[in-house]
């Protein structure tokens, strides 16, 4: 059974529960003052509300809160049952820890909004989420028994994938759309690979994402935040350790390697950025202008076409990781 439906209301459910939302937060931000504000670096001439992460969470919560309340309190449509019954009763605990995470991630991208939190400050926070979601049971093996070992690897893809993301923040549409594109690739193997459950999870943030995108790209109306992209990077890192890449089902082990093929566009550039600032003795968390959005407009490119161009080779690579 291959539970189309589920993933169509999920995809669906995402993206409108995330654009319905986002006008409210953009109102509550400009009351609360949580704005970005025109200065260094950037292009804008007005405070811009920072709810992007706010409707994205809220599209992720509010459905995984509301379906596992329906299935509580009574039962769900036949079609939709088995799978979320059981999906629920075998990573209940996982799922609690992910949209937990979420939640702390977005608090503490919001508090660096607000207060410039220092990067030790941001790292700790980082690193006590990140151990919360590998205590859950949600950790990368790669074929090594030992738990000390997944607890370190788990906890250091969180913090590379999460950090890598919030590096793309850069223009109106990257990260959000990285983030789409990440998504909807990690659910395609949940799904393909009988992990409905997962697949459910991922393509529900991916609608979260697509509800967000039209408020920001390409003309930069409302912005993720440090804490809306903390979320984006936070839920990519985990959606691609959940599903099972390699399997009875999927034996050829070269596909461990495909979170890194999905995430190469994000990943890649933070290894650039940091080997530019090393040479230019520059603080690697200190943001500047060398990403590869950047050079690309330094080439002669558009900002929305540098960042089209980007998805564009995020996408492509993320395809052949489904070459058998």
């Not at 790669?142 to 070992?149: C, N």
């Not at 793309?168 to 409905?196: R, T």
């Not at 804490?227 to 959606?239: C, I, P, R, T």
Request: net charge positive.
């Amino acid at each position: 059974m291959f539970p189309v439906g589920l993933y169509l209301l999920a995809l669906v459910g995402g993206a409108v529960i995330s654009a319905a939302s986002l006008p409210l937060w953009r109102r509550w931000c400009e009351h609360v003052g949580l704005l970005d504000e025109p200065g260094h670096r950037k292009i804008h001439k007005h405070p811009v509300p920072l709810a992007g992460g706010l409707a994205v969470v809220t599209g992720l919560a509010v459905p995984i809160l509301a379906v596992a309340a329906w299935a509580w309190l009574g039962p769900l449509p036949e079609s939709f049952d088995r799978v979320v019954t059981y999906g629920l009763a075998k990573r209940g605990w996982q799922l609690a820890a992910i949209l937990g995470g979420a939640v702390a991630m977005l608090a503490l991208g919001i508090i660096d909004d607000r207060c410039n939190l220092s990067a030790k400050w941001k790292f700790a926070g980082q690193v006590l989420i990140a151990l919360a979601v590998a205590a859950s049971g949600i950790r990368v093996t790669i074929f090594v028994e030992s738990p000390l070992f997944s607890y370190a690897v788990t906890v250091l893809w969180i913090l590379t994938v999460t950090n890598a993301v919030n590096f793309q923040d850069n223009m109106n549409g990257l990260c959000a759309g990285l983030g789409l594109v990440g998504g909807w690739f990690f659910a395609w193997h949940a799904g393909l690979e009988g992990q409905y459950l997962v697949a459910s999870l991922a393509f529900l943030f991916t609608g979260a994402l697509v509800g967000f995108l039209p408020f920001n790209f390409p003309r930069g109306g409302v912005f993720l935040g440090d804490g809306g992209s903390h979320v984006v990077g936070f839920l990519l890192a985990v959606l691609a350790i959940l599903p099972d890449f390699y399997s009875a089902a999927s034996p050829q082990k070269w596909l461990v390697l495909a979170p890194l093929l999905v995430l190469a566009v994000p990943l890649a550039d933070l290894v650039s950025v940091i080997l530019i600032r090393r040479r230019l003795g520059q603080a690697v968390w200190v943001g500047d202008n060398n990403h590869f959005s950047h050079r690309l407009v330094r080439r002669g490119q558009t900002k929305p076409r540098a960042v089209l161009i980007l998805l564009l080779i995020a996408a492509a690579i993320g395809a052949a990781t489904f070459l058998k």
